[in-house]
């Protein structure tokens, strides 16, 4: 079965790092496209970033871009995004799914749906 594991969330200092990671299972990582979704408190999904199987191909939200870095091993089926520069508005859980349909698709959603293709999410806490 599909099953996805964020960690790596925490508190940091405006301007701080994190690193997230993804672990994942039970389908074909290295073929498959990879996706990075936040939620701040109260309000809805905002697509952040993705990544195409070989990890050649990448894309980010204006509002990260150059801040954000996601790559990927695909020999240990793990997904990561690097959080630099952080501002308090970064602040919100951090889930990786599996797939990427455009940006739309997520900020049409109000909060993650209950598929397997979603990892419960790590929170980033972004205050000083």
């Known amino acids: 079965e599909v099953q996805l594991a964020e960690s790596g969330g925490g508190l940091v200092r405006p301007g701080g790092s994190l690193k997230l990671s993804c672990a994942a299972s039970?389908?074909?990582?290295?073929?498959?496209?990879m996706t990075w979704v936040r939620q701040a408190p109260g309000k809805g999904l905002e697509w952040v970033s993705a990544?195409?199987?070989?990890?050649?191909?990448?894309f980010y939200t204006k509002s990260v871009e150059g801040r954000f870095t996601i790559s990927r091993d695909n020999a240990k089926s793990t997904l990561y995004l690097q959080l630099d520069s952080l501002k308090s508005e970064d602040t919100a859980k951090y889930f990786c799914?599996?797939?990427?349909?455009?940006?739309?698709?997520?900020?049409?959603?109000?909060?993650?749906?209950?598929?397997?293709?979603w990892g419960q999410g790590t929170q980033v806490t972004v205050s000083s």
């Open positions: 039970g389908f074909t990582f290295r073929t498959t496209w």
């Open positions: 799914t599996k797939e990427w349909f455009g940006e739309k698709y997520y900020s049409d959603l109000t909060e993650p749906p209950p598929s397997p293709d």
């Open positions: 990544m195409s199987p070989g990890g050649l191909s990448t």
